[in-house]
């Protein structure tokens, strides 16, 4: 590895990566420069199910140029919006998921995301078999979170990509 950036070898591919905004390039460290904040911080925003960095093969953390501005958005809302992590765990905690996933009852009565507001649905300890075999990077009820837009305009626009 050289200047933060991770070789391709260490990575297996998602069908995510072809989009190249998301493949995977920066080490934690390098992320952290990039968006202001510390090694500790990106941690914990994963820890609080607020990203899903992507892992190596031997399980460090990768970060995209979408992981990137994720990280801004998280930022932003912050210091601008005056909302904490718990917060911004809370919105995305609310999103009805089975509104833009095929969901039945009988898998959404299975699923954490449907029955708790607790944390947001890719980081569910129990998803419903319809989420079960899924990279939630590439769903966009996760990747609502990658704009700074008011919590509003992303309903809408999730809701005119449903339609
Ligand atoms: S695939 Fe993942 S992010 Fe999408 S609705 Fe299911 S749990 Fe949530």
Redesign the pocket.
């Known amino acids: 590895m050289t200047h933060g950036k991770v070789r391709y070898k260490d990575y297996s591919p998602t069908a995510n990566d072809s989009n190249a905004t998301s493949l995977p390039l920066y080490t934690i460290g390098i992320a952290a420069k990039l968006t202001n904040t510390s090694v500790h911080t990106l941690r914990m925003y994963e820890d609080k199910g607020l990203i899903l960095p992507h892992k190596t093969r031997t399980n460090r953390r990768v970060y995209s140029q979408t992981d990137i501005e994720r990280i801004l958005c998280i930022r932003k809302h912050i210091v601008e919006d005056g909302l904490n992590i718990a917060g911004i765990k809370a919105i995305l905690a609310m999103v009805p998921?089975?509104e833009?996933?095929p969901c039945s009852q009988e898998c959404r009565e299975s699923c954490d995301?449907y029955t708790s507001i607790s944390k947001?649905?890719?980081s569910?300890s129990n998803?419903?078999k319809?989420?079960q075999n899924?990279?939630?990077r590439t769903?966009?009820?996760?990747l609502l979170a990658n704009k700074c837009s008011d919590i509003k305009a992303l309903y809408k626009e999730l809701m005119n990509k449903k339609d």
């Open positions: 998921c089975w833009f996933r995301a947001p649905c890719w569910a998803k419903g319809e989420c899924i990279d939630c769903c966009d009820v996760y």
